[in-house]
C-alpha cells in the first residue's frame, strides 16, 4: 500500500533528447507527488510537483505527467543536458504534515 | 523554501561509539524528518521528529538506536549509537516549511562511514 515503483533504474540519453522516468503508486491516498534531483555528494532538491487534480504540469523544460486512474506518473526533461545528469526520485505522500515514500530512483546521464 | 544546514557534513567512526549529528534551519519549520540513504540506494524515513515530545519511528527503527531530540523549531539532533559498519549511509534532515504546503526540504546531508 506504501510502495513506490520507479523505473527505469539507469537511463542514458543524448544531449537534446527527452528524459522519461516512470512511477506507480499502490496507496490511493496519496494527493502529492513531488519528483527530486539529487547530484552527487548533495541532498535531494525538490523538482517540480503535482497534486492528482490535474493531469500535467510543466516548468522550465520538465513536466509531470499524471494518470490518476493508472495510478501512475512520470517526469519528461525535455531538451536534455548534461547538466541534468544526477539522480531522480520520485515519492509520495498522503497528507501534509507526514514524511515522503520515496520511489528507489533513476540515475540519468546524458551524453554530449 | 528554508536553508537547512546539518553537521557535521562527514564523519569516519569507530565500531561502537556514537555520532549526533545536528540539523539547523533557517526560519520557523512545522515539520522535521530524518532519513537514511545508504550508498546507491534510496531514502528511507527514520523517524519525524516532534517537537516538545517523543520522536515518532518507523518500523526497523528504535529509539536506543538513533535518539532524537527536537527542543524548538529551527533545530533538531539525531543521534546513531553504538555504531556497526552496517550504519553506513547518508543521514538526512527534511522540513515541511509551511503547514499543509506539502513542500518538503532536504538538508545537505551527513556522510558517516563506520569502520
Known amino acids: 500500500q506504501q510502495q513506490v515503483k520507479q523505473s527505469p533504474q539507469s537511463l542514458i540519453v543524448q544531449k537534446g533528447g527527452i528524459s522519461i522516468i516512470n512511477c506507480a503508486y499502490e496507496?490511493?491516498?496519496?494527493?502529492?507527488f513531488p519528483w527530486y534531483q539529487q547530484f552527487p555528494g548533495k541532498g535531494p532538491a525538490l523538482l517540480i510537483a503535482i497534486r492528482p487534480d490535474v493531469s500535467e504540469k510543466k516548468e522550465g523544460r520538465f513536466t509531470i505527467s499524471f494518470n490518476k486512474s493508472a495510478k501512475q506518473f512520470s517526469l519528461h526533461i525535455m531538451d536534455s543536458q548534461p547538466g541534468d545528469s544526477a539522480t531522480y526520485f520520485c515519492?509520495?505522500?498522503?497528507?501534509?504534515?507526514?514524511?515522503?515514500?520515496f520511489g528507489k530512483g533513476t540515475t540519468l546521464s546524458v551524453s554530449s | 523554501s528554508a536553508v537547512i544546514s546539518q553537521k557535521p557534513s562527514r564523519d569516519i567512526c569507530q565500531r561502537g561509539t556514537s555520532l549526533t549529528i545536528q540539523c539547523q534551519v533557517d526560519?520557523?519549520?512545522?515539520?522535521m524528518f530524518w532519513y537514511r540513504q545508504q550508498p546507491g540506494q534510496s531514502l528511507t524515513l527514520i523517524a519525524t521528529a516532534n517537537q516538545g515530545s517523543e520522536a515518532t519511528y518507523e518500523s526497523g527503527f528504535v529509539i536506543d538506536k538513533f535518539p532524537i531530540s527536537r527542543p524548538n523549531l529551527t533545530f533538531s539532533t539525531l543521534t546513531v549509537s553504538n555504531m556497526s559498519p552496517e550504519d553506513s549511509s547518508i543521514y538526512l534532515c527534511?522540513?515541511?516549511?509551511?503547514?499543509?504546503?506539502?513542500?518538503?526540504?532536504f538538508g545537505p546531508g551527513t556522510r558517516l562511514t563506520v569502520t
Open positions: 527534511s522540513v515541511e516549511t509551511v503547514r499543509g504546503s506539502y513542500e518538503q526540504y
Open positions: 526560519s520557523q519549520v512545522t515539520m
Open positions: 496507496n490511493t491516498a496519496f494527493d502529492y
Open positions: 515519492a509520495g505522500r498522503n497528507q501534509a504534515g507526514t514524511a515522503l515514500i
